[in-house]
């Protein structure tokens, strides 16, 4: 079998699904959301509506906002993660009267402050129909939870009253989200042949959570102008809401006890004859800077370096199988087969979905959070799962713990 040529790999590319990395990768079959009891226009965004059992209208709403993708958010892909998955929050919310509000985004890849604007409207429509005068909550997954962290404050600089009793975030990046550099340089290495995987790398939303950014692949890593931005912007409006309780859960391990990840491993190896010479690996730290090989249909290898990086790829936190959707995807393309040793790797790091530490250094990303003072964390209160797992498993475990401080 002959090498492929450009022409024929790039329209192999577009003839594909695109290459999306996400805690919710598309799937071939989703059951369908039940119809919402409303449905909101938003802003830049729907809200999807669905009342508390035995309620005729909305009571005791509870606000969920939608996390990063590429596109607009589904509904049955919301109500699939949210009620199908590990734990049926969805159902346990209504169980106990409370109306769920479902906040998705028309460009989930959008800035954070634009998408904040349909948070922003999705509260005020629910304080402007409730029944009565219970006390909102309002948070989101991943993401979610920082537009509506700004959206919350921004808010309360405006004296809004926007009646929220409890504000939640669920392995929400509040210090910042983390996509292997090798991940990063592949994605705009492959540009000219398929644009989308770069263009989700280099969206403003994946710039703004992102705590190291290349915006092309020979580029060093760093903080991305948009994160910066953002970061001013959140700081502006007091940096969190302060009116209602604020409560983090994070998919990561509170105890330091990473996920076995070891640094500088090949995690996505070409073996096809358009790709062989490719190794991607997770982040590399110490003398060994070798951070990916990059072939794809010609004469020329190309290293990426990167120097002065903990040790992330496996710190405790919430995981994303990001090597493995772009194995999978890779394998599907005649010349372009690979090995994939290594699936995922840390994406949220417990200590930056609880918002205590920093991801800058072993010593915080590994820090025991259980035994840290609970005052050091940004957040009145919080809780780490008892093993890290996949970024925005809905599990008993969390769930629980935010179910039992649900607003009166």
């Known amino acids: 079998m002959s090498e492929p040529t450009e022409r024929e790999v790039t329209d192999a590319f577009e003839a594909a699904a695109p290459i999306v990395l996400a805690a919710t990768p598309p799937q071939e079959r989703v059951t369908p959301a039940p119809k919402p009891d409303e449905t909101w226009p938003l802003p830049g965004g729907t809200a999807w509506v669905y009342y508390g059992e035995r309620n005729q209208g909305i009571v005791r709403p509870v606000l969920m906002a939608d996390g990063f993708n590429s596109g607009p958010s589904s509904l049955d892909d919301l109500w699939a993660g949210l009620e199908s998955s590990a734990y049926p929050l969805i159902g346990e919310l209504r169980r106990r009267g409370r109306d769920v509000v479902l906040i998705g985004f028309d460009e989930r890849s959008a800035s954070i402050l634009e998408n904040a604007q349909a948070a922003t409207a999705a509260i005020h429509r629910a304080v402007a129909e409730r029944l009565g005068n219970n006390r909102l909550m309002v948070g989101g997954f991943s993401m979610g939870g920082l537009v509506t962290r700004y959206a919350l404050a921004r808010m309360e600089m405006q004296r809004i009253d926007h009646q929220v009793g409890v504000y939640f975030s669920y392995d929400s990046p509040h210090n910042g989200a983390h996509i292997p550099l090798s991940l990063q340089a592949f994605a705009h290495y492959i540009r000219k042949l398929d644009g989308r995987f770069s263009d989700q790398m280099n969206s403003p939303a994946a710039q703004q959570l992102l705590w190291q950014h290349i915006e092309n692949w020979s580029d060093k890593p760093g903080v991305s102008p948009l994160r910066t931005e953002f970061l001013d912007e959140l700081e502006k409006v007091g940096g969190w809401p302060r009116i209602p309780r604020i409560l983090a859960v994070a998919n990561g391990a509170g105890n330091g006890t990473g996920n076995g990840i070891d640094p500088g491993t090949t995690a996505v190896k070409g073996k096809g004859l358009g790709i062989v010479g490719t190794d991607l690996r997770t982040t590399p730290t110490g003398s060994d800077t070798l951070a990916a090989k990059l072939r794809v249909v010609s004469l020329q290898k190309n290293e990426v370096l990167a120097e002065r990086l903990p040790d992330i790829d496996g710190a405790p936190g ?74 925005t498993k809905v599990t008993e475990e969390l769930c629980t713990w935010l179910l039992e401080r649900l607003p009166d």
């Open 318 to 391: 919430g995981t994303l199988e990001s090597f493995q959707i772009l194995a999978d995807a890779l394998n599907k393309i005649v010349g372009l087969g690979v090995d994939n040793p290594v699936k995922d790797h840390c994406f949220v790091p417990a200590v930056s979905a609880v918002a205590i530490r920093g991801l800058a250094s072993h010593k915080d990303l590994y820090a025991d959070i259980d035994s840290l003072p609970p005052d050091e964390a940004q957040v009145d209160d919080f809780l780490c799962a008892s093993q890290n797992e996949r970024h």
